[in-house]
Each structure stands twice: as C-alpha cells, then as structure tokens.
C-alpha cells in the first residue's frame, strides 16, 4: 500500500501482508476481490458514501471521493486557474484542451501526494474528479451552464474526451485520476426545482442531443466515474434509472467503471421524488440498478437495507468492486515507486508554465463580436478610462468550482499594464453589479470626463448565475445586461467619446443595444487568472482573437420556448429559426480568411462509407491569426424531423498573412444519421449538404459571415 498513507501497523494488519489484495502482481479484480471479502457488512456499507472511513485492521485508510477540477483544481488551496469551461470551449480547441488536462491532473497529484504525507485526508485533496460537467446548455437561463461546454452535442463530446483522456492518463495500468462524466443525463435546471423536477424528453431528444457526448466519453474517452443528476428523467430518478443506468449506460455502451450521485440525491429518491417511500428500499434500489457511490449519508444504512431483505450482500459486493477498482487503478494500494505519478513534485502547482497556459487558454478564449475599425487601439488616447463593476474584479475571473490563484490580473490591472508609456490609465467601478438604472455614480462621470478612451468591462457574475445554494435563485430570467450597468453604457455612449465594451459572464448576454451602438464589443467569458493580461492583449492588438461563440446569443427569453421544457424544438442552433443576436460558432478577426475548392474524395457514397473532405483556407489580411474551419452537416432529404445543421468538425488553425493552408475532415456513417421516434440512430439514402466556413451556413443577416462559407451535396446511395 502507498507508504505515504502511514496507517499504523496492528498486529492483525501485520498479518495481512502476503494477502492478495496486496500484491501488485496480482489482476486488479483478484485484489479488489479478496480486499472486499474481508470486510464485515457494516463496513461495505461505510465504503459506499463519499466520505469513506478508515479500516485499521486492513490497512484502509480514510477517502473522501469529493474533488473538483472543472477548470483547475478546486477548493483546494492555491492552484492555476484556467477559463471557465464555456471559456475554454470557445476555444474550439481540443490539443490545448488536452493540455489544460495535464496540467490539472499534474496539480491534483502533486497536491494529493502532498496531503498523504502529511496525513491530512479532507475533502478536495483526493484522486476522484467530479468533472466534466457535459450536459447540454439548452437554455441560457440556466444558472449553471458557464460550466459546460456550450449548446452542441459534437462541440461537447470533443472538447470533454480531450479533458478526460488528459486527467486520466495514458499509463496502461494506472490511472492518474478518476474524471467523472456530469450530470447524468437530461439536466440544466431549473434550479430551484431540481431536487423534485421531473425532466421530460423523447427518445429522439435523448439519443440526438442530451446523450451523444456521455456516450463519447465513456466509449471514446473510457472515463472511469458517471454521476447521476438531481432530477429525474422521463419519470425515473436518474440515480436509480433502469433506462439510464443499466439499459444505456451498461447494456448499450457497455460502461465498466462506478456511478456516483449528486451531493444528496440519493435522499431526493424518497424525500422528494417520492419514487420509494421506504429510505432502505429506495437506497437497495439504486445500488441495484447500478449507482455505486452516495454522495451524502443515505448508504450508510446499505447494511440495514440487507438485514431487512432490500438487498443481498452480494449485490453490496458489486458496487464495492467499482469503488475499489477506481481506489486500486489509482495506485492508492500499491508502492509509489511503482506509480507512475506518485513523484509528480509540488513544483508543478501554480508553476511558470502553468500560468503562461492558463494565458494562453484566456487569449483564445476571447471573442470578437463587433468592430467597427476602433480595435486594436492605438496611441492616439492619451487617457484611457476604464469603467464597469466587472472591471477590477476578482470574483469574475474565476467562475464557480474554482481554485486560488496566488496572483491574478484583473482587466483594469492588464489595461493599466499594457497602455502606451504616455497614456494614463483611470478607473472607477461606476455603478453596481446588478441595480437600479440611477446606480451610475459621480466618480464615473469624472473618469467619463477625463479620459480620452473609455472601456466598458460589464457583464455578470457568479453572484447572478449560480447553481441552487450558491446564493441568489440560481438561473436568471432575463438575458440583458442590469439595469445599472445599462445605464452607465448609456452614459459612456452619450458622452460622444469613443469606447469600446468588454463583457465578463458564464453564458450569454443579449447586448442588443450595444450591437446597434458600441464601436467594438469583445466577449471574455470568465477567463481565469491571467483574464486581464489576455483582454489587453486582444485590446492593443498583441493578439488577434479567435475564439468562436460555443452558445446561441438569442436577442430575449421571448425569442424561447418555456424554460422548464426539455423539448429541444426551438432551442440551439440546430432548431432555432428565428434571428440570434449573434449566432453558434461566431466570432471576427483583425484579419481576413477566405475558403475555397472544397472537394470530396467521393460525391456518391454508401451508409457503411466514411467520407473524407478537403478545402483550402488563407488568410487573405495582413496580420496573422487564428481561424476556426467548422463543418456542417444537413439532412436534405429525411423522411424523420432532423435538426436545421449539425456541427460534424471543426479545426482551429493558425495562418501567417498570406498563407494558404488544405484542411482534411473525415466523415462516419454515424455522422450522416437521423434518429426514428423510438430513438434508433439510422442512415438513410439520399442529399446531404456538407458546408465548411467561419461561421455556420444559412446567417445571411451579416455579410461577412455568409460569405466565409463554402458548400457542396453529396449523395448516400444503397
């Protein structure tokens, strides 16, 4: 076992050192195996909550499952903190998505080594990461989306495999952590109804939006670790779903390792949900169907459940067998010499190279939505006015489930840092976060009447868009900026000097007045310790954005169906037919990229063929840049609803000025199918149109991004 456990040594635990589960040489299912039939029943049962004591006599020692890693590790003292997941998806970049994941996983075992050395066994200093959160971000009330990946199934399956593959490791036998695929399955809110809300959705639903990325991450990805959500889904609580758990997750996918719920869902089963009345049949049920691992107390009454005929022991065993096959695949019972992560050094916490990567991830993060030629900024402004309560803010660079940086640049801070040696450099927060429209305050005005340049850095914050508990009511119910913040917009726009507006936020805010009025509008999401840095950067024009929108920015909640329906029709880009404020995959360049000769290596294919595409990028401006190639794929001819598009590829792809660059996307049959009512996924004959540019085919409202896309049709014959 891990030397740096130091559980003390009894005479019975002496005995034990030729057993089985010991020997490293041994099938780790031999091990787990022998490891489990030395327990008493009492103690099974303590090993199935996150909290998991200590077995002296067998050498066990305390676990808590509990850790958090969505974008650094979390809660756990300091630690680099990189982009808010929406962040880091706007990226569109998964080989940088993969190294975030490294680094995660870098910092998460060096901290966990750290604590074992010092016997410290508390919560967020373990092995077992409850991230990624993949649930689709239906709706931009939700409260709790700025931790996704944004509205697309494909955007998110390949963004989440790139994080799991990276926390996990690519060591055959060992796993450098346990990710764990969140919240299984159909859930973004509402909040303060999730612990009794009942999400309704159909099969076709299921199987083309709100499934698809899990099921890419357990067969593609292999994570080790499912929590179940709060909800229930189509009438089943999700951690004691027969369709999800054992139908689904099991049968069809044929995932192997251990489901954990959400922090006291298994008490919502029969508190709330109401599906069993009795405590020990409701927690018998879940450890049946197939969830391992309660975060909370429920299970610790696993052993009554059993004395009282719920449960078999044997049925006990199975979920003691994936919870100790994560702890054994971890190393936590071998030498560390023989674990390949064991002598990561705490050096790599907080390190250089971390933190110029959590830059790098802010940089690309930021997107460009408007500009009318005012950025980059030049030397012209002598005093640069920096205004708005997200503008010197901490809190907002970080986002939920967050670590603590050691040091942090605020936007005023990396304003401040990179203006022009003439220029300076004001601030004030003008008005309050969220309040009335006669907030604005007189030390604006100053900063307003000094400055030759005004930036606006507005937005939201953790404090308006949370997760039910964390203060405030969670999900919002209107899209706009506040009211205060509004009206200092308004006051900086009426002062006829030029600004530029910089927008802080977790999901997206419908800024249609901004549109109309603003010369240039970026949008920063909550971009991490080194968010300022990055905004001034793009600002100043040190670096050329290119971060695409992973959301729709709908122009008002009226332009919605009803929050609480699951229904898919209407929502996302996939089905929304109206006009967005600005569209999925959006996002401008100091520079200009043009596409053209797309080419298919076949215009005639089979349902059993894959197709592999080509097409010519350059950048067409004269300054270097990144570009995000997205491919699209549309149903001509389905004889079942399909969705309007569907993102099939993307690449992100640096090009000097000048520079002409082939692009290669291949197609699976799978990419090409259409799901019947009953939820089968199939290929049918007929026209496909394959589109690659920018920006999404089909936005004709804005000519630059209509005309940054190229089209052809393939045919899917017998």
Known sequence: MDTASNITVTEADAALDNAPFRDPSLPVEVRVRDLISRMTLEEKASQTVNIAVGIERLGIPPYDWWNECLHGVGRAGIATVFPQAIGLAATWNTPLMHRIAVAISDEARAKHHEAMQRQYYKRYFGLTYWSPNINIFRDPRWGRGQETYGEDPYLTARMGVEFVKGLQGDDPKYLKLVATAKHYAVHSGPENGRHQFDSRASKRDMYETYLPAFKALVQEAKVAAVMGAYNRTNGEACNASPTLLKQILRDEWGFDGHVVSDCGAIEDIYEHHKVFRIKEEAIAAAV????????????????????QGYLTEAELDVALERLFTARFKLGMFDPPE???????????????????????????????????????????????????????????????YNGNPSHSVTPYEGIAARAFPASNVMFAAGCELCGSADSVTWEAQEVINSADLLIAVLGLSPLLENEEGAGGSGDRTALGLPASQQALLEVIHNSGKPYVVVLLNGSMVAVNWAQEHAPAILEAWYPGEEGGTAIAEVLFGDYNPGGRLPVTVYQSVEQLPPYEEYAMQGRTYRFFTDEPLYPFGYGLSYTKFVYSNLRAEATTITAEDTLTVHVDLQNTGERAGDEVAQLYVTDLEASVPVPLRQLQGFQRVQLAPGETRTLTFTLTPEQFAATADDGTRFVEHGQFRIAIGGVQPGQTQRAEMESNVVEMVVEVTA
């Open 338 to 400: 023989m674990v390949p992560f064991a002598s990561i050094p705490y050096s790599v916490v907080d390190c250089p190279e971390h933190r110029q990567l959590a830059l790098q991830a802010a940089r690309e993060s930021i997107i460009l939505l408007k500009n009318d030629g005012i950025l980059p900024l030049d030397n012209r402004y002598k005093t640069i006015g920096v205004l708005g309560p997200n503008a010197h803010n901490l809190e907002v660079l970080l986002g939920n």
């Open 288 to 307: 049946k169907i197939g969830c391992d691992l309660c975060c909370g107390g429920a299970y610790e009454s696993l052993d009554k459940a059993v004395q």
